[in-house]
């Protein structure tokens, strides 16, 4: 039991480390990361997919493009939940 204890510890530790580098993108790509991420969430129990790798990838790509200057619509298109749905079921397929 106290090993769980310690992997749920570390594990949140984990995830506060990485929404404290989702809150460092400008405000804009913060907003479309959070509604993606809730899209994950919730399509997680019908579609397939690691919802971890999903939203490191997207953390990543989101990341490299703040550095370039882009909007994040020019990253994501006008279309927020059809990018959000192409990145899951692109994670299904590829995984």
Same mark, same amino acid.
């Given at each position: 039991?106290?090993?769980? #204890?310690?992997?749920?510890?570390?594990?949140?530790?984990?995830? +506060?480390?990485?929404?404290?580098?989702?809150?460092?993108?400008?405000?804009?790509?913060?907003?479309?990361?959070?509604?993606?991420?809730?899209?994950?969430?919730?399509?997680?129990?019908?579609?397939?997919?690691?919802?971890?790798?999903?939203?490191? #990838?997207?953390?990543? +790509?989101? #990341?490299?493009?703040?550095?370039?200057?882009?909007?994040? +619509?020019?990253?994501?298109?006008?279309?927020?939940?059809?990018?959000?749905?192409?990145?899951? +079921?692109?994670?299904?397929?590829?995984?």
């Amino acid at each position: 039991m106290g090993g769980k #204890q310690m992997s749920v510890i570390s594990d949140k530790k984990a995830w +506060l480390a990485f929404r404290k580098e989702v809150k460092a993108l400008p405000k804009d790509y913060v907003i479309v990361f959070d509604a993606i991420q809730n899209y994950a969430f919730k399509v997680a129990p019908y579609v397939p997919h690691d919802t971890g790798a999903v939203l490191t #990838q997207l953390l990543e +790509l989101f #990341q490299t493009s703040a550095a370039e200057g882009l909007d994040v +619509l020019a990253v994501c298109g006008d279309d927020v939940g059809k990018f959000a749905n192409d990145l899951i +079921l692109n994670a299904r397929t590829s995984a």
